[in-house]
């Protein structure tokens, strides 16, 4: 009991935490305002607006620098791998996006010509990268949530 009363005192990741959680129910909205639709996986699912990746990084890096110092080695650790992880958001898995669209649509085409070999609803997933934009709405997200949490 008392490991769970540390872990949920630790301001820090409660900051990642809540971050996370925003970014992903901000996501489901987003998606059923442009879509018409309710999909509950966008809740877990990656890709969208905004990105949830870039928001815990940012918001675990923001709580670190006015938790801990923004001189801090801590500090340089969580700022380093937010960098990371928003570069490979917005780089490799939004390739890796692309490539899944452009593989689903040529499997489709073989569908449609009659191949018995591909079996219906084999599809890679499409939702796993990031625009800029996402990328940059996920980084103000996640330092505004550090900003709010530091200060409540």
Sequence with gaps: MEQIKLFLSNRILLTGLIAFASAQILKTIIYLIINKELRLERIFGDGGMPSGHTATVTSVAAATGLNCGFDSPVFAVAFILA????????????ETGKQARIINDILETFRNQGNKNIPPGDQLKEFVGHTPLQVIVGAILGITVAIIVHFI
């Design 83 to 94: 960098v990371i992880v928003m570069h490979d958001a917005r780089g490799v898995r939004q």
